[in-house]
């Protein structure tokens, strides 16, 4: 099993250019979830979905849209990229039941 | 509202010496809890959990936690660190196991 993975693994962009950064889990996950991490800030919750066709706000989902269409994938979309979303994005999912989140390896997104 | 505070930013440790990461949390009810790790450049992986039962909870690569009601705390230890140790650490509490706060991590330095 491959577990959580994410592409592309670094990624530079423009000011005002869009770009989707792609989640897939192989655990027959129900959750999957979108964090951003900044350095001294932790991580932050972006968006999560709870299901195939399903998404839901997190702590900062401004700048960002989600879509799960199907139940093994989860993207993350950026329609205008500023500088303030240069951060290192996490994928995760989970059963329900207090199991824990399992953790991609991480997208480097510079935005200059 | 959940948060979770680690006091300590940065932790120095001798190898083989003992090792104790603080974590508090605000919650209004018996929390879930969590601690990760997080190798340099490495998505974050999940050491131990706590949401019900025996308050002293033992995770993955030799590592425990205790769960203290009165003091709001989740204290992570190991009784002797390897070098393999060295990383961060996060804390994440929430009322399930899904839209999880972490604290802003404590990096952890091992010394031959």
């Known amino acids: 099993n491959a577990g959580v993975t994410q592409t592309p693994k670094f990624r530079v962009l423009k000011t005002g250019q869009s770009m989707t950064l792609l989640c897939a889990q192989d655990?027959?996950?129900?959750?999957m979830y979108w964090y951003r991490q900044d350095p001294g800030m932790g991580l932050r919750l972006i968006h999560y979905s709870v299901g195939e066709g399903t998404t839901a706000k997190g702590e900062v989902p401004d700048g960002y849209n989600v879509s799960r269409l199907k139940k093994q994938n989860f993207l993350l979309g950026l329609e205008s990229a500023a500088p303030s979303q240069t951060s290192v994005y996490f994928c995760?999912?989970?059963?329900?039941?207090?199991?824990?989140?399992?953790f991609g390896p991480g997208t480097r997104l510079t935005v200059l | 509202a959940q948060s979770v505070t680690q006091p300590d930013i940065h932790i120095t440790v001798s190898e083989g010496a003992s090792l104790e990461l603080r974590c508090n949390y605000s919650y209004g009810a018996t929390p879930y809890l969590f601690w990760y790790v997080q190798s340099p450049g490495q998505g974050l992986q999940l050491l131990l959990k706590y949401f019900s039962g025996d308050t002293l909870v033992q995770g993955i690569k030799g590592f425990e936690a205790e769960f203290k009601r009165s003091q709001s705390s989740f204290n992570l230890r190991k009784p002797s660190v390897h070098w393999s140790d060295a990383a961060e650490y996060f804390c994440?509490?929430?009322?399930?196991?899904?839209?999880?706060?972490f604290g802003a991590g404590t990096t952890v330095t091992v010394r031959a």
């Open positions: 994440a509490v929430g009322a399930n196991d899904y839209k999880l706060s």
């Open positions: 655990m027959n996950h129900e959750y």
């Open positions: 995760a999912s989970s059963y329900s039941g207090g199991v824990g989140q399992f």
